[in-house]
């Protein structure tokens, strides 16, 4: 596997940022997950309020796993959890949602202080759950993405599909971003004019060209929210549409991939037709992104591109990046020296009309 250091990335071999834990819909009070990302053993529940809760999977008294040894008698009687806290399988220790246990059956005295857990900030949101990981192990520096559209009756949700691993580092993927000379040959839309923008813990690719398949006009204004979330506002004829990449680091030089489409349907209220239509939609976006995971899955590193002039800003997306992997008090002075607008040479650059696609979007 190629590395964070091997990209020039660090001192975090792992990047801050919101990420894509599990589908919200696999996620049951009964079901707790044993999970493994960012190179770390995750032990994720939903607790009996509904909230979704991680914690780093080893229990401070023996080093059990507090998800993965799911046949204990504990576990099977069903009292694993209670209320927002979990019980170790192995000795019946309870740990609160933030990680601090505040039980111990068999002993009367007050609990270690030192018997804690690392419990990570979650949210859960358009389907997802995702959590804020930290390097540092510090609070989120900003929100996750969360669409309005999600909760509106006229769009339809997407249903999240997990594409399974990639032995790609994440840099790779979102050097999507910058790539104006793939969506012709990828994706068979080659672009007519294109940007990129940085704005902070963002960044955005604004682009347009016609569709070769259908002659029609696809639009896009894509945006990354940190280095793991990826919405792009499409619209193609009267079609609009939300598409979802994420990508959530496993170990270092390694993804684990989502996909998902939200969809507008031609009503206030969508109509079965208009989910038949909106799911045929998904397995489009769907259809597309794979061309790029092909692409990734079967490539060599790239740790160094053979840039010609007419090439997107591919450096700019790499500098972007290294907001993630440095430390928190580092993060304003990178955000500040690459913040921008970078355009390709020879390419148009988009027009009111395609700036409107932006709106409300960021703020
Ligand atoms: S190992 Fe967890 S309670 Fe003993
Ligand atoms: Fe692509």
Known sequence: MTKSEDYGLGPASFPRGWFIVADSTELSVDKPQA???????????RGESGNPVMLDAHCPHMGTHLTASDSTALVNSGQQIEGDSIRCPYHGWRFGPDGQCDDIPYFDGPCPKAAKIRSYPVKEVMGCVMVWFDPEGGEPLFDAPDLPEWNDPGWVQWK?????????HPIEVLDNMADVAHLGPTHGAPCEYFENELRDHIVIQRQGGVLKQYGCLLQSTTWYTGPGLLL???????????????????EDGKVRVWHGALVRSANEVATEADIAKAREAQAGALQSFSSDFTVWKNKR?????????TDGPFHKIRAWHQQFYCEADKVSELQAKHNGIYHVRGMETPDDDARSLDVGLFD
């Open 232 to 250: 792009s506002k499409q619209k193609f004829g009267d079609q609009l549409i939300y598409e979802l990449i994420a990508n959530t680091p496993v």
């Open 35 to 45: 999970v493994k990302l960012f190179g770390r053993d995750l032990a994720l529940y």
């Open 301 to 309: 590193p790239a740790t160094q591109i053979m840039k010609v002039p």
């Open 160 to 168: 999240l599909n997990c594409l399974g691993e990639l032995d790609v």
